[in-house]
T-cell receptor, first 111, second 110 residues
Framework: NAGVTQTPKFQVLKTGQSMTLQCAQD?????MSWYRQDPGMGLRLIHY???????DQGEVPNGYNVSRSTTEDFPLRLLSAAPSQTSVYFC??????????FGQGTRLTVV | GIQVEQSPPDLILQEGANSTLRCNFS?????LQWFHQNPWGQLINLFY???GTKQNGRLSATTVATERYSLLYISSSQTTDSGVYFC????????????FGTGTKLQVIP
């Protein structure tokens, strides 16, 4: 049972480049979400999904897109990377109203 | 939205000492979790505790949902306990939104 798997673990992008952060879970959880963590701060919600085909915005959605075509996968797309998107990104999954499990994080640097 | 405040923001302990971390939240919640973020950045689930008291080894947690707070107790602290401790709450609304506190940074010195 792998839990929540994020790839890549580290990434360096140039300003203006696009990329996709991958997140997969094998626990058949309907809820999945993406967070970013900036230095000295807690995690802030970017986007979330309550099931396949359903997504919605969180606190800080600008500059990011998501889709949920399967229960298992919830990729996060950066359309045109900016230095302000330098952060550590965490994906999480859970059943409704239950304990959330987090991936190991992706450390992204935009130069 | 719901506000989650943690105290103290920073804590330095001598190895072997005990400590209590507090989490206050501004509205009713469906559940509450405590996490430990280790120096490598991993988020480790400590407790899923919407109410009541749970214990796991040297750690225990208590949530009093009616008074909107939770406490995390660390006894006989070890250097491996160092890191940041986060409280995270799930709102009582219709969607699964987890709101994190700003954390308590703990340093345990030998």
């Amino acid at each position: 049972n792998a839990g929540v798997t994020q790839t890549p673990k580290f990434q360096v992008l140039k300003t203006g480049q696009s990329m996709t952060l991958q997140c997969a879970q094998d626990m058949n959880h309907e809820y999945m979400s993406w967070y970013r963590q900036d230095p000295g701060m807690g995690l802030r919600l970017i986007h979330y999904s309550v099931g396949a085909g359903i997504t919605d915005q969180g606190e800080v959605p600008n500059g990011y897109n998501v889709s949920r075509s399967t229960t298992e996968d919830f990729p996060l797309r950066l359309l045109s990377a900016a230095p302000s998107q330098t952060s550590v990104y965490f994906c999480a999954s859970s059943l409704q109203g239950a304990e959330a499990f987090f991936g190991q994080g992706t450390r992204l640097t935009v130069v | 939205g719901i506000q989650v405040e943690q105290s103290p923001p920073d804590l330095i302990l001598q190895e072997g000492a005990n400590s209590t971390l507090r989490c206050n939240f501004s509205d009713s919640v469906n559940n509450l979790q405590w996490f430990h973020q280790n120096p490598w950045g991993q988020l480790i689930n400590l407790f899923y505790i919407p109410s009541g008291t749970k214990q796991n080894g040297r750690l225990s947690a208590t949530t009093v949902a009616t008074e909107r707070y939770s406490l995390l107790y660390i006894s006989s602290s070890q250097t491996t306990d160092s890191g940041v401790y986060f409280c995270a709450v799930l709102n009582s609304g219709g969607y699964q939104k987890v709101t994190f506190g700003t954390g308590t940074k703990l340093q345990v010195i030998p």
